[in-house]
């Protein structure tokens, strides 16, 4: 059997092993959720309850405004008590709902019904999957239902099912892939009623070989559906290396997968697919990996969306020994340290890592100058220069690190992890990409309102 790889990543240590034979354990809250308006890429969504409503678990509160955007549920029973601004996990505040959760979990009527995808159109799956607030799971959080109409479908020749989960620590894909590969497998059918041409191919890391047999079986007799193992690396869950290992081409930079003729989902976001179009349930709950030597219980957990992190420690985790350094949303690679527990797991939450050091403040004492001995861009899955853009970054020079490419950064962390210096190149490039994406959008402002006054003083000496 032929495995899979891509140029540059790292191996850093998997720590998969404290969760990796933990089932999915459901948890229901007791305390109150919150429900940030925006948990995807693109506009916020609008809230359609006001304070003192009562609402059902499965209760649309916040509808998508627009098409890049994406409607929002509440996965408890209660009342809506406020809507205002809280902190939510990436370190700043946004709008949410806050809803009194009256531990009933009372559903809305139809929810949990069985459809049978077969017998919809194209037009009803996108539509149920649109409504269901389905957005990637991830990590990047984008419209699914956006991603999955494409200008040309028919040019769509493969739709890859993303379950490399390749961050360290993280297990809750593979628990997924373990417990209910049939939802991912039916899941991949329903989509691929939306691309005609498309087969689809299953990715799996190396590392789960009980993942990858029970998705074999599941979808064993579909002559549309095959699997691919992909070498353990990191980060081989990114879509440019994914498309790589499925259609031998490179996705230049700016383009999509569809440049390629693919479409990507992760496998919890084929799974929620699934569970949207074949049972009338919005995305309301996703699984969460809680890992680390400070947790009391480490395990992966079925959580209901709004949950507050706190609670899920305390109640789900066993509670946090004093001596925790650092608590993470999401893995050690791409994950953001949180500075309050009272954030809400949201559709793109996947995992906290629980630390008893704070690697980051180990590396700021070791710091020293760049030595330039090129490492970062050894390690670069995307052949950036990451020694290059961080000091275009340092200089506010947004027009060279444009130039350098340095909007196609993922944020992976391979350049930090693997610099001897110890720089914060990825921390860099993460504040550096929303201002040079600012910076660019003022300059193109500019030139077509100097374009619109050049047409207008064109137009007014031809009529002298």
């Keep these: 059997m032929r495995i899979y ?141 956006v991603k999955l109409a494409p200008k040309n479908p028919e040019d769509i020749k493969y739709f890859i099912a993303n379950g490399a989960e390749c961050e360290p620590g993280i297990t809750c894909d593979d628990r997924l892939m373990r417990e209910y590969p049939e939802q991912i497998v039916e899941g991949m059918k329903i989509v691929l009623k939306l691309f005609p041409n498309a087969s689809g191919v299953i990715a799996v890391e190396k590392n789960k070989p009980e993942a990858i047999a029970a998705l074999q079986k599941a979808a064993s007799g579909d002559s549309r559906l095959s699997m691919l193992t992909l070498k353990v690396k990191y980060p081989q869950g990114g879509e440019r290396n994914l498309v790589h290992a499925v259609t031998g081409g490179y996705m230049g930079s700016g383009e999509l997968p569809a440049a390629l003729g693919c479409v990507v989902d992760n496998v919890s976001t084929i799974a929620a697919i699934y569970r949207a179009v074949c049972e009338n349930t919005p995305l309301i709950e996703r699984g969460v990996t809680v890992t680390g030597e400070p947790a009391g219980n480490e395990g992966n957990f079925m959580v209901r969306l709004g949950t507050t992190v706190k609670e899920l420690l305390e109640e789900g985790a066993g509670g946090v020994s004093e001596d925790a350094k650092k608590i993470i949303m999401g893995g050690p690679m791409m994950g953001t340290a949180l500075s309050t527990l009272d954030v809400p797991i949201v559709k793109t939450s996947n995992a906290l890592t629980l630390m008893m050091e704070d690697p980051v403040e180990e590396a700021e004492a070791m710091q020293t100058n760049c030595i330039h001995c090129g490492r970062c861009t050894r390690v670069c899955p995307l052949g950036l220069i990451p020694q290059a853009m961080a000091e275009a970054a340092q200089r506010k020079d947004y027009d060279r690190y444009i130039r350098l490419h340095g909007l196609d950064c993922i944020s992976c962390g391979c350049c930090t992890y693997t610099c001897p210096a110890k720089r914060p190149l990825t921390l860099t490039f993460k504040e550096a990409k929303p201002l040079a994406m600012a910076w660019s959008k003022a300059l193109q402002a500019e030139k077509e309102a100097a374009a619109a006054k050049a047409k207008a003083a064109d137009g007014k000496e031809e009529k002298k």
């Excluded at 891509?6 to 998969?16: A, Y």
């Excluded at 209760?59 to 809280?86: P, W």
């Excluded at 459809?115 to 991830?138: F, H, N, P, R, Y």
Aim: glycine share 12%; proline share 9%.
């Design 5 to 145: 790889s891509f140029r540059g990543g790292v191996h850093p240590r998997e720590n998969k092993e404290p969760t990796r034979e933990k089932p999915l354990r459901p948890f229901l809250p007791k305390e109150d959720l919150v429900f940030p308006l925006g948990q995807h890429i693109g506009k916020p969504a609008v809230p359609v309850v006001k304070r003192g409503d009562e609402v059902l678990a499965g209760q649309l509160i916040a509808k998508a405004d627009g098409f890049v955007s994406a409607n929002i549920y509440s996965s408890c029973s209660g009342k809506v008590k406020a809507i205002e601004r809280r902190p939510v996990g990436a370190g700043t505040m946004a709008d949410c709902i806050v809803i009194d959760n009256d531990g009933a979990f009372t559903p809305v009527p139809g929810m949990g019904e069985k459809t049978d995808w077969q017998t919809l159109s194209k037009e009803q799956i996108l539509a149920k999957i649109q409504e269901a607030g389905i957005v990637g799971m991830g990590g990047a959080g984008f419209p699914t239902h």
